[in-house]
Each structure stands twice: as C-alpha cells, then as structure tokens.
Nanobody, 121 residues
C-alpha cells in the first residue's frame, strides 16, 4: 500500500549541490524515523543521514557539515540537501522510512527505488 518515490538525483561537478526528495504515497499510515542510505559499487549500503520522529538527526562522519536532512510530516516527505559534493559521494541513494500501518497495527521498513548521484568533472 505504501510506496516511496525518490527524485532529485543526477550528475553534478565536485563542489556542486543536489537536493534529494522522497515522498510516501498511500493512506492509513504514520511515519517514524526517516533516513537516507547510499550504496556505491562493490560497497555495503551505508546510512548517510537519519531524522527521528522527534526531529533529532544523525549523520555519517563523511557528510557532516555538508549534508542536511529534513522532514515534512504534513507532506510525508524527507529531503537531503547535499552541498560541497565530492567524487566519493557518488552512489545510488535510497530513502528509508519506518512506517506504522494502521490496518496492520504494525511497523514496517520501506525503501525508495534508489536514485543515482554522480559527482564527476
């Protein structure tokens, strides 16, 4: 019932910026924690940034000071503003939401389809 749709990926030069967005569609649910993960070729998927239901945030060390995660509870969205991008940031980025489905009275993890971010000269 719930689907996450990502947008905002693309090609950018080192030092540039991109903003990723992810929206949850459907009905009959509430959202807890939200986050962004990324996976580069040959590497494990890693947490980039997370935002808790209370608004607190967490970032992996490599993006601190450059990336900002935010959520809009009214729109069921999570965004990732990425500034001062580096080649090392190149990866497929996935949004994640911890969603409570009222009909099932249970929590589930949902993932977006992934969006490619390529940082290159």
């Amino acid at each position: 019932q719930v689907q996450l749709v990502e947008s905002g990926g693309g090609l950018v030069q080192p030092g540039g910026s991109l903003r990723l967005s992810c929206a949850a569609s459907g009905s009959g649910f509430g959202i807890g924690a939200m986050g962004w993960y990324r996976q580069a070729p040959g590497k494990q998927r890693e947490l980039v940034a997370g935002v808790f239901s209370g608004g607190g945030t967490d970032y992996t060390n490599s993006v601190k000071g450059r990336f900002t995660i935010s959520r809009d509870n009214a729109k069921n969205t999570v965004s990732l503003q990425m500034n001062s991008l580096k080649v090392e940031d190149t990866a497929v980025y996935f949004c994640h939401m911890n969603i409570f489905e009222y009909g099932f009275r249970s929590w589930s993890d949902y993932w977006g389809q992934g969006t490619q971010v390529t940082v290159s000269s």
